[in-house]
């Protein structure tokens, strides 16, 4: 029994110290929840880091950041939106759906504002009311899909893989198959329900004969991405990513948002918020529009592709790994 | 009444291990019968249990219980009119609940386990009272788990907890077998104690000849699947131990060990 | 100080929430002795039906009952397939979760959300009445400790049962149920359905209180009801008076903690885990070594 009582208070002591030790000071505290490590999100949490500085803040003045990691763990992700919430942080920063889900259930008891970023349909996942506001990565899909017909003339069908629960992925294909026709392409649109199916479905659209694929931001796909561009290059069929780690793996282009502009412009809003020029429940969600076109020209040229000069002038050579 | 009519068993049918143990085999125990069943290793003593109490399936034949063909029954409806106490003296309670609680589940056997509650507070001076009849001051140990107790205890409870309800007939397999010489002894006296005082049929494979023939009315001997030695009544009285180990040797002999 | 209260009552909510899931775990593998995986199914399935009857507008409280009885079938089907199709224990229970995956995404469509507008057990009118003048963590709490131990006895009572008797009886020693005269078969469907039941009710519960289903949220779970299960009954070993439900809901708190002690002790991100884990066996090991004292001075 004196060993329970021990434990209990060593563990009591240590959470009180942890607790208490980092609201000690005044400065405002960002508390930022990222879903899991992943190229895209990295980027976007040290855009939004960046924008914070770029509005004028400075760091350990004005703002300090709390970054949590939640290991792609939904009960995580709770318990670290509740460590926030439990701080009375100033704002909470959710980067992907479940970390933004997570902070916003957890910011409800004493309305902490939240901002997130990197989450496609910010009204599916129902953070489009209330305190809370963010930028949307939602794909620049008409650019795509234009940019697929500038350099492969004479294809007909593209190939998507895509996760079907994640509603990011879905109300995606749907745009792709609402605005295909308009391009003259056809969309041959192939569902896994996790990550380890996603070569095998990459198979499956080879098969079929699609002219090339196009990715989404879905996880399970960019996850397995080199697997897959492995079977896709030895049939000669090109991939086009959508952002620009993707075309960095081996993608051949892409028409896609830049994750660190993303976070840049969240954190621009997340100043306006911190300063107190407007509250998260005023400011609409923004989508970001600029995209930019990625080339990587090793790929390309091994696909036969010819870059049309003008594409070629504005394209961002990601060649490298 | 248990009436073994014709019994067809054959083990492995259609591979290389085929073994057909029974042929039309046939046995009947009356009420208050106590037969002690003796035989080498492989002569279908612990068969023919399995095959009464519905363990293994019968390729032929029937066995009646009271007149009533239960063949087709399942193992676990079955025992609701039999006790039976294993060689093991670990499967016959649950190591981790207390002698109590194993107790109050043998209590209840035969009648639904439904929302009552499981220990009867009001029956407890009954367990101790039959618990006393052992002699072995378990009547003290209800609370203790089961898992604590000694193998010769836990078989003396697993005695009781088999003749607490109403049975037809108590099937004991071998059940001193594991125990060792003083409290296999004590075990054996108390079975037959108990069978007396509650007047059961009782069926009791054993490898123990003195056992065999020092108690109970009826004695068969069997090998291969067949009956080769039966004594009843005065007949089996008479019997000594020496009487059966010389038949025991022949059969022996004649398989050329 | 009120930020170490704050971060105290939300870790004992989820430890309170998730204790109902230890509950099933403990029915599973410490009752039953039967590894069953079906609970990575059948907690997302209390969230995913949870979070489509809110959406539809169900009465927030009637959604508890409809995702325990759903979780009763997802048992129900583990224990058919193991024991009518003598399927192994751990598969049968593989065999349903993997199904349940696909289930899940069919009952709610894809991951779903739901608005701060609609009630939920925490927010609606009747719990407004009871606990309004509280802030909504403590009513989070008072409401989660309220299921917690409503069930804990419900289950105590229940193990004190005839039926709760032979339940343990059927993971201690299945031959002596049989020599009962009782189909070990059913007695262990049974103990499935119960433990299943809980699962998926813990599951509606998260749905309420993160507000979300989402098809990843099973992954793991079964792996932190075993490890609730041990973290409470080793610590409680031999004090007899703690029940074995009371110490498996202290495990769940004390893990919750664990995660908790993790983040906010700001260590580096990815380490999450492996400090939760080490710090899981350190408890263990305390707990063990305070064992083998009561032993030798025993």
């Given at each position: 029994?004196k060993?329970?009582?021990?434990?209990?208070?060593i563990?009591?002591i240590?959470l009180?110290?942890?607790?208490c030790g980092?609201?000690?000071?005044?400065?405002?505290?960002?508390g930022?929840?990222?879903y899991?490590?992943h190229?895209?999100l990295?980027?976007?949490?040290?855009?939004?880091?960046?924008g914070l500085?770029?509005?004028?803040?400075?760091?350990?003045e004005?703002?300090?950041?709390?970054?949590q990691?939640?290991?792609?763990?939904?009960?995580?992700?709770?318990?670290i939106?509740q460590?926030?919430s439990?701080?009375?942080?100033?704002?909470?920063?959710?980067?992907?759906?479940p970390a933004?889900i997570a902070?916003?259930?957890?910011?409800?008891?004493?309305?902490i504002?939240v901002?997130?970023?990197?989450?496609t349909?910010?009204?599916k996942?129902k953070?489009?009311?209330?305190n809370?506001?963010?930028?949307s990565?939602k794909l620049p899909v008409?650019?795509?899909l234009?940019?697929i017909r500038r350099?492969?003339p004479?294809a007909?069908?593209?190939?998507?893989l895509?996760?079907?629960s994640?509603?990011?992925s879905v109300s995606?294909?749907?745009?792709?198959?609402e605005?295909?026709?308009q391009?003259?392409?056809?969309?041959?649109a192939l569902?896994v329900?996790?990550?380890?199916?996603?070569?095998?479905?990459a198979d499956?659209l080879?098969?079929k004969?699609?002219?090339c694929?196009?990715?989404?931001t879905?996880?399970?796909?960019?996850g397995?991405?080199?697997?897959?561009?492995?079977?896709?290059?030895?049939?000669?069929?090109?991939?086009?990513?959508?952002?620009v780690?993707?075309v960095?793996?081996?993608?051949v282009?892409?028409a896609?948002?830049?994750?660190?502009?993303?976070?840049?412009?969240?954190?621009?809003?997340?100043?306006?918020?911190?300063?107190g020029?407007a509250?998260?429940?005023e400011m609409p969600?923004?989508?970001i529009?600029?995209?930019?076109?990625?080339?990587?020209?090793?790929a390309?040229?091994e696909?036969g592709i010819?870059?049309p000069a003008?594409?070629?002038?504005?394209?961002?050579e990601?060649?490298?790994q | 009444m248990l009436?073994?009519?014709?019994i067809?068993?054959?083990?492995?049918?259609g591979t290389i291990?085929?073994?057909?143990?029974?042929?039309g085999?046939?046995?009947?125990?009356a009420?208050?019968?106590?037969?002690?069943?003796v035989?080498s290793?492989?002569s279908?003593?612990t068969s023919l249990?399995?095959?009464?109490?519905g363990s293994?399936p019968?390729?032929?034949?029937?066995v009646?219980?009271n007149?009533?063909d239960?063949?087709?029954i399942?193992e676990?409806?079955r025992y609701e009119?039999?006790g039976?106490?294993y060689q093991?003296?670990a499967?016959?309670?649950?190591?981790?609940?207390?002698?109590?609680?194993?107790i109050s589940?043998?209590?209840?056997?035969?009648?639904?386990?439904?929302?009552?509650?499981?220990?009867?507070?009001a029956r407890k001076?009954?367990?101790?009272?039959?618990?006393?009849i052992?002699?072995l001051?378990?009547?003290?140990?209800?609370?203790?788990?089961?898992?604590?107790?000694s193998?010769?205890?836990?078989?003396?409870?697993?005695?009781i907890m088999?003749?607490?309800?109403?049975?037809d007939f108590?099937?004991?397999?071998?059940?001193?077998?594991a125990?060792?010489p003083?409290?296999?002894e004590?075990?054996?006296?108390?079975t037959?104690?108990v069978?007396?005082e509650?007047?059961?049929?009782?069926?009791m494979?054993?490898?123990?000849?003195r056992y065999?023939v020092e108690y109970?009315?009826?004695?068969?001997?069997m090998?291969k699947?067949h009956?080769?030695?039966?004594k009843t009544g005065a007949e089996?009285?008479?019997?000594t131990?020496?009487d059966?180990l010389?038949?025991f040797?022949?059969?022996?002999?004649?398989?050329?060990n | 100080?009120?930020?170490?209260?704050?971060?105290?009552v939300?870790?004992?909510t989820?430890g309170?929430?998730y204790?109902l899931?230890?509950?099933?775990?403990?029915?599973?593998y410490r009752?039953l002795?039967?590894?069953d995986?079906t609970?990575?199914g059948?907690f997302?399935?209390?969230a995913?039906v949870?979070?489509v009857?809110?959406?539809?507008?169900?009465n927030p409280?009637l959604?508890?009952?409809?995702?325990?009885?759903?979780g009763?079938l997802?048992?129900l089907?583990?224990?058919?397939?193991?024991?009518?199709?003598k399927v192994?224990?751990?598969?049968?229970?593989?065999?349903t979760?993997?199904?349940?995956f696909?289930?899940?995404?069919?009952i709610?469509?894809?991951?779903?959300?739901?608005e701060?507008?609609t009630?939920?057990?925490?927010?609606?009118a009747p719990t407004?009445?009871?606990l309004g003048?509280?802030?909504l963590?403590?009513?989070?709490?008072?409401?989660?400790?309220?299921?917690?131990?409503f069930?804990?006895?419900i289950?105590?009572l229940?193990f004190?049962t005839q039926?709760?008797?032979?339940?343990?009886a059927?993971g201690?020693?299945?031959?002596?149920?049989?020599t009962?005269?009782?189909d070990?078969g059913?007695?262990k469907?049974?103990g499935?359905?119960i433990?299943?039941?809980l699962?998926?009710?813990?599951?509606?519960?998260?749905?309420h209180?993160?507000?979300?289903?989402?098809?990843?949220?099973?992954?793991?779970q079964?792996?932190?009801?075993?490890?609730?299960?041990?973290?409470?009954t080793?610590?409680?070993?031999?004090?007899?008076?703690v029940k074995?439900?009371t110490?498996?809901?202290?495990?769940?708190v004390?893990?919750?903690?664990?995660i908790q002690?993790?983040i906010?002790?700001?260590?580096?991100a990815n380490?999450l885990?492996l400090v939760?884990?080490v710090?899981?066996l350190?408890i263990l090991?305390l707990?063990?070594?305070?064992k083998?004292?009561?032993n030798?001075?025993?």
């Amino acid at each position: 029994m004196k060993k329970t009582i021990a434990m209990v208070t060593i563990f009591a002591i240590i959470l009180s110290l942890a607790g208490c030790g980092r609201s000690s000071n005044k400065t405002p505290v960002i508390g930022i929840s990222q879903y899991g490590e992943h190229a895209s999100l990295d980027n976007c949490r040290e855009g939004f880091i960046q924008g914070l500085k770029d509005s004028g803040l400075v760091e350990n003045e004005d703002y300090v950041i709390d970054y949590q990691n939640a290991g792609f763990d939904d009960s995580i992700a709770t318990q670290i939106a509740q460590n926030f919430s439990a701080k009375n942080v100033a704002l909470m920063c959710g980067i992907a759906t479940p970390a933004a889900i997570a902070c916003f259930a957890a910011a409800e008891d004493k309305d902490i504002p939240v901002i997130f970023s990197a989450i496609t349909d910010p009204v599916k996942a129902k953070l489009d009311k209330g305190n809370i506001t963010g930028t949307s990565d939602k794909l620049p899909v008409d650019a795509q899909l234009e940019l697929i017909r500038r350099l492969q003339p004479e294809a007909k069908t593209i190939g998507i893989l895509y996760t079907t629960s994640e509603p990011n992925s879905v109300s995606s294909i749907a745009e792709y198959q609402e605005k295909a026709p308009q391009y003259g392409f056809t969309i041959e649109a192939l569902g896994v329900t996790q990550q380890s199916e996603v070569t095998l479905a990459a198979d499956s659209l080879i098969a079929k004969g699609v002219d090339c694929f196009s990715n989404l931001t879905d996880n399970n796909v960019v996850g397995v991405l080199s697997s897959v561009l492995e079977k896709t290059n030895e049939a000669g069929i090109p991939v086009y990513g959508s952002e620009v780690e993707q075309v960095k793996i081996g993608c051949v282009a892409s028409a896609g948002i830049d994750y660190y502009e993303l976070g840049r412009q969240t954190g621009i809003m997340a100043a306006k918020i911190l300063k107190g020029e407007a509250t998260a429940a005023e400011m609409p969600y923004e989508t970001i529009s600029d995209f930019n076109y990625y080339i990587n020209s090793v790929a390309i040229s091994e696909m036969g592709i010819k870059v049309p000069a003008d594409i070629a002038e504005k394209a961002i050579e990601s060649g490298n790994q | 009444m248990l009436e073994l009519k014709n019994i067809v068993k054959v083990y492995n049918p259609g591979t290389i291990t085929e073994m057909c143990i029974f042929q039309g085999f046939n046995l009947t125990v009356a009420d208050g019968d106590f037969l002690s069943i003796v035989g080498s290793n492989g002569s279908g003593k612990t068969s023919l249990l399995n095959i009464i109490c519905g363990s293994i399936p019968v390729e032929g034949g029937e066995v009646l219980i009271n007149g009533e063909d239960v063949t087709r029954i399942k193992e676990f409806k079955r025992y609701e009119k039999i006790g039976r106490v294993y060689q093991n003296p670990a499967m016959g309670s649950c190591p981790n609940l207390t002698l109590l609680e194993n107790i109050s589940l043998a209590d209840n056997k035969g009648k639904k386990f439904g929302l009552k509650k499981g220990i009867n507070k009001a029956r407890k001076d009954y367990y101790q009272e039959q618990l006393s009849i052992l002699g072995l001051g378990l009547e003290d140990k209800l609370e203790v788990k089961m898992g604590s107790l000694s193998g010769g205890q836990r078989q003396a409870a697993a005695l009781i907890m088999a003749t607490l309800t109403p049975i037809d007939f108590l099937i004991l397999d071998e059940h001193t077998a594991a125990l060792d010489p003083k409290t296999a002894e004590t075990i054996m006296e108390l079975t037959d104690k108990v069978i007396r005082e509650k007047k059961l049929t009782a069926i009791m494979v054993t490898h123990n000849l003195r056992y065999a023939v020092e108690y109970g009315n009826r004695l068969i001997m069997m090998d291969k699947g067949h009956i080769v030695m039966e004594k009843t009544g005065a007949e089996k009285e008479a019997t000594t131990v020496n009487d059966v180990l010389h038949i025991f040797n022949e059969i022996s002999i004649e398989c050329g060990n | 100080m009120s930020n170490f209260l704050d971060l105290v009552v939300g870790t004992i909510t989820q430890g309170l929430i998730y204790a109902l899931l230890s509950y099933g775990v403990y029915i599973t593998y410490r009752i039953l002795d039967f590894p069953d995986l079906t609970v990575d199914g059948s907690f997302p399935l209390g969230a995913a039906v949870t979070a489509v009857l809110l959406t539809k507008g169900l009465n927030p409280y009637l959604t508890l009952p409809v995702a325990m009885a759903v979780g009763a079938l997802a048992g129900l089907v583990t224990g058919l397939i193991h024991v009518k199709l003598k399927v192994r224990d751990l598969l049968a229970s593989i065999i349903t979760m993997t199904s349940l995956f696909s289930i899940n995404l069919q009952i709610a469509g894809s991951n779903l959300a739901i608005e701060r507008a609609t009630d939920t057990i925490f927010t609606a009118a009747p719990t407004m009445a009871l606990l309004g003048s509280m802030s909504l963590i403590y009513r989070k709490l008072v409401v989660s400790l309220i299921l917690a131990v409503f069930f804990k006895l419900i289950l105590d009572l229940y193990f004190n049962t005839q039926s709760g008797l032979l339940l343990r009886a059927v993971g201690d020693n299945t031959t002596l149920v049989t020599t009962l005269a009782k189909d070990k078969g059913s007695v262990k469907i049974l103990g499935l359905v119960i433990a299943n039941t809980l699962v998926a009710l813990s599951g509606a519960v998260v749905c309420h209180e993160q507000r979300a289903f989402s098809s990843t949220m099973g992954t793991g779970q079964v792996v932190f009801g075993l490890a609730t299960v041990i973290i409470g009954t080793t610590l409680f070993k031999n004090l007899n008076f703690v029940k074995g439900t009371t110490a498996v809901m202290i495990g769940s708190v004390l893990y919750k903690a664990c995660i908790q002690v993790s983040i906010s002790l700001g260590l580096p991100a990815n380490l999450l885990k492996l400090v939760s884990s080490v710090l899981f066996l350190v408890i263990l090991v305390l707990g063990n070594r305070r064992k083998s004292e009561v032993n030798t001075s025993a």
